[in-house]
């Protein structure tokens, strides 16, 4: 057996505790290149894991990222893939929830949890309908952030639906150039069962050398490139998350501005 196969080369990114605030939206793009993937059989279009190849290929994901209060926020993901000769496909969507701990507790670390559930298409991934629940720890300490997501996914439906939860840990670590420019690197897991933790070479393990670019209280920008350390990983994979905010009370507040002038 290998690690699970889900939606993790979709949405390649690791989650801090802040959150969208009331009254905002996030439409990112998350951008994901594999250029040394799992090959084809004999020209049949799937790798030896019975699913669709990977080599190649390039998943777009949109999020679009609602704040819903002070302590809440909702997403709802499209997931699509194009293979060259094969078109662009759609592969599934999902939606999600991430609650974090009230600045007023006052605790000395970012807290929250994010609940993830939804669909992706047989042969793009061995489980249709996945759920993950994914625990949220960050801190800022001087120029440095750090970021742990130890996430937990179930297989409601598919190949591994009798095993529990897997376990797929995310850490993200930067440091901060000047305050535009931050470089770091980030980990993406996935060791299978926790009841059961899959040797090594059956596990999912990429680092990534990231650059986070702050140019902007409306823009995110994240680059990386992976490298896939186990045989059942893709090996290279680049990656270019791009997020433009939409302050609606604001833009509201700038049209009475100019209405009244």
Known sequence: MRAQENYENYELQVYGSRIEVPQTTMLELHNVGIADGTKTLDGTGFAPNGLYYTNNSFHETVEIREGISAWMEASF???TCARSGLGWDWVGDHIRSQLRAPERWRW???AGISVDFGYQRPYYAANTWTMEL????DKQIGRWYLAFNPAFVKSIHGQSHS???AFAPRVKFSYSL???VFIGGEYYANYGPV???YSFRYQQQQFFPAVDLNLSPDWELNFGIGIGVTTSTDDWIYKANVGRRFDWKRRRGSASSGKFQ
Do not use: A, E, L, W
Request: aromatic share 16%; no cysteine; glycine share 10%.
């Open 77 to 79: 993901y499209i997931f």
């Open 108 to 110: 000395p670390v970012g």
């Open 134 to 137: 994914r625990p949220i720890v």
């Open 163 to 165: 095993q529990g939860f």
């Open 178 to 180: 000047n305050k535009h």
């Open 195 to 197: 009841s059961d933790i």
